[in-house]
């Protein structure tokens, strides 16, 4: 029950987040300037500093040498999840300038600003390197190829030419150097001078409540009359909440790991949307208002679906 409080609360907080940017932006607080600031000051600075301090925080060499042998699980989950993503997408027909968006909210969670602290509610602190495990597998995903098809999303779902500067440019983003900088520090068994460190973890250290409130900003752009429970909402909140969690519940039987580690990976599969997903989509010109939309709901849904998880995973 003690967990399921904490899923509770730490969902609630989220919102709280949202509906200050929501409130602020009302009053007018921001200007259409204001909110591309937000998406650039994310993209290019605060969530690099962030994966990069995250890892070298989290991790030694061995640990993350050691945690490998569980990285299949969502590796496998994911890599189904995304064809099944875009596949429902063609099926149903999403716009092509949504394809995108609909995929990344489709198969991919919300792992650290939201699944982390849930998870640590219910694990305690011996969950942190399961959740770095599917962390790494759910940032490379949506940096390497659900970044790309969001930029794909911002030309009107017409795809650049494989091997161009503009294809370049949207998988080899800051925050997947980030990414790609911790981990061979990790190996090389290198670190960063400790006042830079500390630096990063600050810097960092905004994503999340800059995340937030540029979502509320989103939404309090949206009229609300266009928010209702179409066919592509709904397909979107099962590939999310039903989809994604039961395909790695049938996936972790056949992979000798820790039941600890099958359990995590099951209660992060579950996790809301990404909301780097909305801002993702501000920064290629795609339809971040859909994708704010889109968060808000898997967010609002899992006050309910999180603490079922829990109830579940605990019984």
Same mark, same amino acid.
């Given at each position: 029950m003690t967990a399921v409080l904490h899923s509770f609360e730490g969902i609630l907080t989220i919102l709280?987040?949202?509906?200050?940017?929501?409130?602020?932006?009302?009053?007018g607080w921001f200007s259409d300037?204001?909110?591309?600031?937000?998406?650039?000051?994310?993209?290019?600075?605060?969530?690099?500093?962030?994966?990069? !301090?995250?890892? #070298?925080?989290? /991790?030694?060499?061995?640990? &993350?040498?050691? %945690?490998v042998h569980g990285l299949p699980i969502p590796v496998l989950s994911m890599t189904i999840g995304y064809c099944m993503g875009h596949l429902v997408a063609r099926l149903i027909h999403v716009h092509p300038a949504r394809r995108g968006i609909f995929s990344s909210v489709f198969f991919l969670s919300n792992t650290i600003f939201i699944g982390l602290p849930l998870t640590l509610a219910l694990f305690d602190?011996?969950?942190?390197?399961?959740?770095?495990?599917?962390?790494?597998?759910?940032?490379?995903?949506?940096?390497?190829?659900?970044?790309?098809d969001i930029a794909v999303d911002g030309q009107g779902g017409i795809a650049p030419p494989l091997?161009?500067?503009?294809?370049?440019?949207?998988?080899? !983003?800051?925050? #997947?150097?980030? /990414?790609?900088?911790?981990? &061979?520090?990790? %190996?090389?068994g290198w670190t960063l001078p400790q006042p830079i460190l500390k630096a990063f973890k600050y810097i960092g250290g905004m994503t999340t409540p800059l995340a937030m409130i540029f979502i509320g900003i989103a939404i309090s752009k949206y009229r609300w009359a266009d928010i209702?429970?179409?066919?592509?909402?709904?397909?979107?909140?099962?590939?999310?909440?039903?989809?994604?969690?039961?395909?790695?519940?049938?996936?972790?039987?056949?992979?000798?790991?820790?039941?600890?580690?099958?359990?995590?990976?099951?209660?992060?599969?579950?996790?809301?949307?990404?909301?780097?997903?909305?801002?993702?989509a501000k920064y290629y010109g795609a339809d971040y208002q859909y994708a704010a939309m889109l968060?808000?709901?898997?967010?609002?849904?899992?006050?309910?679906?999180i603490p079922f998880y829990m109830w579940v995973l605990q019984g």
């Amino acid at each position: 029950m003690t967990a399921v409080l904490h899923s509770f609360e730490g969902i609630l907080t989220i919102l709280i987040i949202i509906m200050t940017g929501f409130v602020l932006s009302k009053k007018g607080w921001f200007s259409d300037d204001s909110v591309s600031l937000i998406s650039r000051l994310v993209t290019n600075v605060t969530l690099p500093t962030y994966m990069m !301090s995250m890892l #070298l925080v989290s /991790f030694t060499r061995d640990s &993350l040498l050691h %945690l490998v042998h569980g990285l299949p699980i969502p590796v496998l989950s994911m890599t189904i999840g995304y064809c099944m993503g875009h596949l429902v997408a063609r099926l149903i027909h999403v716009h092509p300038a949504r394809r995108g968006i609909f995929s990344s909210v489709f198969f991919l969670s919300n792992t650290i600003f939201i699944g982390l602290p849930l998870t640590l509610a219910l694990f305690d602190e011996s969950a942190v390197p399961s959740v770095m495990v599917y962390y790494m597998a759910n940032t490379t995903f949506f940096w390497v190829l659900v970044a790309h098809d969001i930029a794909v999303d911002g030309q009107g779902g017409i795809a650049p030419p494989l091997l161009s500067m503009k294809t370049l440019k949207s998988v080899i !983003s800051p925050p #997947l150097l980030g /990414f790609i900088f911790g981990v &061979l520090f990790l %190996l090389l068994g290198w670190t960063l001078p400790q006042p830079i460190l500390k630096a990063f973890k600050y810097i960092g250290g905004m994503t999340t409540p800059l995340a937030m409130i540029f979502i509320g900003i989103a939404i309090s752009k949206y009229r609300w009359a266009d928010i209702h429970l179409d066919r592509e909402v709904v397909l979107a909140v099962l590939g999310r909440y039903v989809f994604s969690p039961l395909l790695v519940l049938a996936l972790v039987p056949f992979f000798p790991v820790p039941v600890l580690m099958k359990q995590v990976f099951v209660m992060l599969a579950a996790m809301p949307a990404m909301t780097n997903t909305s801002i993702v989509a501000k920064y290629y010109g795609a339809d971040y208002q859909y994708a704010a939309m889109l968060t808000v709901i898997t967010t609002c849904l899992a006050i309910v679906v999180i603490p079922f998880y829990m109830w579940v995973l605990q019984g």
